[in-house]
């Protein structure tokens, strides 16, 4: 990549944690967008220096668009939305909605996320095969990553403002995680 990028974010997706990075050379019009180190857009000689370009990101080809403006003279911002809110929205947003783990499975890293209003399970960027039951005390989302029985609960807390909380359970024991 040239000097020119003005603009890295981080965006986590069910599929995967995305690096976007935004190029944007003032002299030349040109403009680029890579993620994670692959040019996705690019666009050369553009006279109009401010505008939007859109993409699409991770294997949802969830929208993205980069926002340039001109503050003063030559000097810009930059903003990125995904799915037409401000990234900080999406992010707060992203975090009501879904419970990431992140965890060591036979000594490798992995991520797994539960998106909670359909229940959809991602391990390492792959939705998986689950089996829902209800039981007593919640429900139960079975699924197997390797050879690792693996079991998300969803237990009521108790309290009205926490809702529903959120555990995952790998081969009988619990995995730490955030508090939903």
């Known amino acids: 990549m040239a000097g020119d990028v003005v603009g890295i974010w981080e965006v986590a997706l069910s599929d995967g944690v995305y690096r976007i990075e935004f190029e944007h050379g003032t002299t030349t019009g040109k403009r680029v967008v890579w993620i994670n180190g692959q040019e996705v857009l690019r666009r ?84 998986m095969e689950t089996e829902g039951e209800f039981v007593d005390d919640g429900t139960e989302t079975h699924f197997t990553v390797a050879d690792h029985e693996c079991c998300i609960k969803a237990l009521s807390s108790g309290k009205k403002r926490a809702g529903i909380v959120h555990y995952l359970i790998v081969d009988g024991e619990a995995v730490p995680g955030w508090a939903d």
């Open 44 to 127: 050369d000689w553009m006279f109009k220096l401010v505008g939007k370009e859109t993409f699409t990101v991770g294997g949802m080809e969830t929208k993205a668009t980069v926002n340039i403006e001109a503050i003063s003279g030559f000097t810009y911002e930059y903003t990125l939305e995904i799915d037409g809110k401000s990234l900080q929205k999406f992010i707060d947003n992203r975090s009501k909605v879904t419970k990431t783990w992140v965890l060591q499975v036979d000594g490798v890293d992995c991520r797994i996320v539960l998106e909670k209003d359909t229940m959809d399970v991602w391990f390492n960027g792959q939705k």
